[in-house]
């Protein structure tokens, strides 16, 4: 791709196999058809993107990382309808390409036309050049761990201006996936039962999906304290040790096993016993990601007799176009505490300890905001 004249070198969050993460310059293309040039006010640091530096999901592209992010349209390419400047915006890191069957389904969550898996834009191009003029690959199809981005406008959800940066920015990824889980995946009932294992910023959005639909208990099971104690927050009656309690036993003993158990770590040991935590007739909920290629072993006559079931869930089997509005709207009518779930908004340039942090499992979500930008955020928060 040549570099088009003009375009201003940003710094970006980048990794590169060999070099790891780093800090570099790049450079912006431009807005072609049906693409969207979106200024990012606000991006969280998730665990998929730590995958990536940590290497249990191999890339030999080099990446601007980022994949859960908020900002306000800049400009749009030719054909672009839905979308205009100055309109204050989500990004979907799965945009789908509307036009096959599952798409047509709806369920754009299983789109097999996306190009964002393949960290491209839908025409295979990738939007950014480093200083050399090479191409970096856009984590996602969306790379927000920098200034700008060029994204197709089935990623892009406009959302209400009231809604604070930092908030949208977790309506990318973990919230509208961990609601997601628990409304769409799961479609859990008033009253079940149901645990979730692993509270970081997906668990935490899966326990505040079970208090809206009436799930009780919410059981949390943690190793840090400082999780749980939000997880208490935010719903779960009951939290747990997991390095203290034997859960299957526990659940066992006292509700007879769960309905639900959410997986939201990736962890293979917690996936195999998942089984053992349910009641006859109930469900495990895949949402943490494991390495690729590894393996779980399971019981099959217990899942056959029983009648329990395994689901997997890919993005919260949301319609980021129908679902990242609606929670954006239960936020503000004060139904979704979001901002519970922000830990520090931070520089850019803070992604490495961020990083480092999200794998020692300390602290809350962290949001990683462009040099110059943070007056422009709206909830006050510590920086750090
Ligand atoms: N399915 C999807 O579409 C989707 C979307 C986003 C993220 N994810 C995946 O979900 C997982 C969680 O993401 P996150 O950003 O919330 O990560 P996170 O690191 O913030 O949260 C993980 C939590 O698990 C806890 N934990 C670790 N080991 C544990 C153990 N042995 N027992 C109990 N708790 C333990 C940690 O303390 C932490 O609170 C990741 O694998 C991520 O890639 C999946
Ligand atoms: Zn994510
Ligand atoms: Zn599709």
């Not at 400047?85 to 069957?101: E, K, N, T, Y």
């Not at 935490?204 to 997880?231: C, H």
């Amino acid at each position: 791709m040549t570099v088009p004249l003009g375009s201003m070198p940003a710094a970006a969050i980048t990794f590169r196999q060999g070099a790891g993460l780093g800090i570099e310059l790049i450079r912006l293309g431009e807005t072609g058809p049906g693409l969207v040039r979106v200024d990012i006010k606000a991006t969280g640091v998730c665990h998929s993107d730590l995958h990536i530096v940590d290497g249990d999901w191999p890339t030999d592209r080099p990446l601007v990382l980022g994949h859960e992010a908020s900002g306000v349209v800049a400009e749009i390419g030719a054909g672009v309808r839905d979308v205009q400047v100055g309109d204050h915006v989500v990004l979907s890191w799965f945009a789908p390409c509307g036009r096959c069957v599952t798409c047509a389904s709806g369920q754009a969550w299983l789109c097999s036309g996306t190009t964002a898996i393949d960290n491209t834009l839908p025409d295979g191009s990738t939007g950014f050049t480093d200083d050399d003029g090479l191409e970096v690959w856009p984590y996602l199809g969306l790379g927000t761990f920098t200034d700008s981005v060029l994204v197709p406008e089935s990623a892009v959800i406009v959302v209400s201006d009231e809604l604070p940066f930092e908030v949208g920015a977790l309506l990318g990824c973990s919230v509208t996936t961990g609601v997601g889980a628990v409304v769409n995946t799961a479609s859990v009932p008033v009253g079940s039962v149901a645990v979730v294992i692993g509270c970081g910023g997906v668990g935490l959005s899966i326990i505040m999906g079970l208090k809206l639909v009436g799930a009780n208990p919410i059981i949390a099971v943690d190793l840090s304290a400082e999780k749980l104690a939000i997880a208490e927050e935010l719903g779960a009656t009951v939290v747990l040790r997991g390095d203290e309690v034997d859960v299957p036993a526990h659940l066992q003993e006292h509700y007879g096993g769960a309905d639900f158990a959410f997986e939201a770590i990736g962890r293979i040991a917690t996936i195999e016993s998942l089984p053992s935590m349910l009641s006859a007739g109930g469900s495990a909920v895949l949402v943490g990601m494991t390495p690729v290629g590894a393996r779980a072993s399971i019981d099959p006559f217990d899942l056959a007799d029983q009648g329990k079931s395994i689901l997997g869930c890919n993005y919260g089997s949301s319609v980021a176009k129908r679902d990242i509005p609606r929670l954006a709207d239960l936020y503000l009518a004060g139904l979704l505490p979001l901002d519970k779930l922000i830990g520090l908004v931070r520089p850019l340039s803070d992604a490495s300890s961020a990083l480092d942090e999200l794998r020692a499992g300390v602290g809350l979500r962290s949001i990683l905001v462009p040099a110059g930008r943070e007056e422009e955020l709206q909830v006050a928060r510590p920086t750090g």
